[in-house]
């Protein structure tokens, strides 16, 4: 019968692998926390793997007053040599300033994409334009007909009908002068005419 995952016949195995892997020292219960997770396997079988791996001379211990601390044997890692780490710290200059580069073109681009967003396009704004002039037809037929009335407007309704005109010229990207020589709107003041105050 073979043993599974996380028995203790199989905790040097992933215990040596799992140090060379990170390459770095730990102690005993951060070994035992990190495979415990991923492997099952408890804290005698990982402590008495990494006393024989020692034994063994396969992997360093260090002793630090009561704590002892568990690395993996440097003799088995390739020596990289000064031109090595140099070629490396220049690989990594070069990468971080690709880096930089391409966040700053990110950015960029994400301001534009923003801008894009936020603005109408042509089309929205003539539809906007279509239908606004579309509304400002009703209110002038309106308006003609309370101009046509034998009765003369009320303030209030005088009121009213500006209201509406400011409503709409608020999404107008134009003057309201244009906007209503555009929908062939006429006021009293094209023909000089000043209505009394109410």
Not at 38 to 60: F, M, N, S, T, Y
Not at 125 to 139: N, V
Not at 149 to 158: F, G, L, M, R
Not at 183 to 196: K, M, R, S
């Amino acid at each position: 019968m073979s043993k599974g995952r996380g028995e203790p016949a199989a905790a040097p195995g992933l215990v040596l692998s799992y140090l060379r892997e990170q390459n770095r020292p730990y102690s005993a219960q951060d070994v035992f926390g990190n495979l415990q997770r991923d492997h099952g396997l408890g804290k005698a079988a990982v402590v008495k793997a990494l006393e024989q791996l020692a034994q063994q001379g396969r992997i360093r211990e260090k002793v630090y007053g009561k704590q002892k601390i568990y690395f993996a044997d440097q003799d088995e890692f390739d020596t990289v040599s000064d031109t090595d780490l140099k070629d490396l710290d220049d690989e990594i200059l070069s990468l971080t300033a690709k880096v930089q580069s391409v966040q700053q073109s990110c950015r960029h681009m994400e301001a534009e994409l923003k801008e894009l967003t936020s603005s109408l396009t042509t089309p929205d704004i003539c539809k906007e334009i279509e239908e606004l002039k579309k509304e400002c037809a009703k209110y002038t037929e309106r308006l003609n007909k309370i101009k046509a009335a034998t009765n003369h407007v009320t303030p209030e309704e005088k009121e009213k009908a500006t209201e509406l005109f400011d409503a709409i010229l608020e999404g107008y990207p134009k003057s309201k002068k244009q906007f209503f020589e555009e929908v062939g709107i006429e006021t009293d003041e094209d023909y000089n005419i000043a209505l009394p105050d109410p």
